[in-house]
């Protein structure tokens, strides 16, 4: 956003602002979220003035502007794997496998409406969204749903398979969903129907990246590694 992107310390909860163009950092925190059990997972940016901050069990709006964060009361509690923001709703991935659709309050988000029509995928661990979700497994294999149904979607045998994948991230601008696994030091891109494009490998640094940002304008990716 504005040429920066946020960097949270998931154990700390500082948050930095980092400038990709100048590859500068700042080398103190401009607000330290609250303590919470697990420590914080990632944290999403919603416009230039707003992000949430997630953890297993906080979700926390974080105004940039002001420097401050207040926790978002949501409904129905459970514990959260991984959300995602998409046409300004927030759907959250539990960890019991469901989906819940929130949309936006003047509070925050209203009470979440469960969204698969299925049933819930035990083993998914991460979502990605964009005129689809994608739910990563945690055998690293991906499931696609649209309306709340799953589509046919696989990809294809890779040469050394995914040990330990992540994250997984859609970028509708380039249109393909990517999946970061650290267990082989790997970025791997797909297409929408799971055709293979490209791989990207350094085991120097995505070995210990805990989450990974694609530039698709300039072909650049940005991974957030603890190296």
Known sequence: SK???????????????????T????????????????GWMRIILLDENNALAISKNDIVQVNLKEKKSAPLSIEPKSEVADVAIWN???YRLA????????DR??????????????????????????SAIYLLLADGGVKKFLSGREQTFSLPPLDEPLA?????????EAEVVAILDPGTGRIVFANSSGKLLVQYESHDLL??????AF?????????LSHK
């Open 105 to 130: 309050s003047e509070e925050g988000y209203a009470k979440g409406v469960p969204w698969l029509k299925t049933a819930s995928v035990r083993d998914a661990k991460a979502i990605a969204i964009d």
């Open 164 to 172: 330990s994948a992540s994250r997984i991230r859609t970028f509708p």
């Open 215 to 223: 530039d698709a304008e300039n072909k650049t990716i940005y991974a």
């Open 23 to 38: 590859e500068a950092a700042a080398l103190t925190p401009f607000l330290t979220l609250p303590a919470t059990e697990g």
């Open 95 to 102: 960890a019991s496998g469901q989906i819940f659709r929130h």
């Open 88 to 90: 300004k709703r927030l």
């Open 3 to 21: 040429g920066h992107a946020l960097v949270l310390d998931q154990t700390t909860g500082a948050l930095y602002r980092y400038e990709p163009k």
């Open 207 to 212: 070995v210990s990246a805990s989450d990974f």
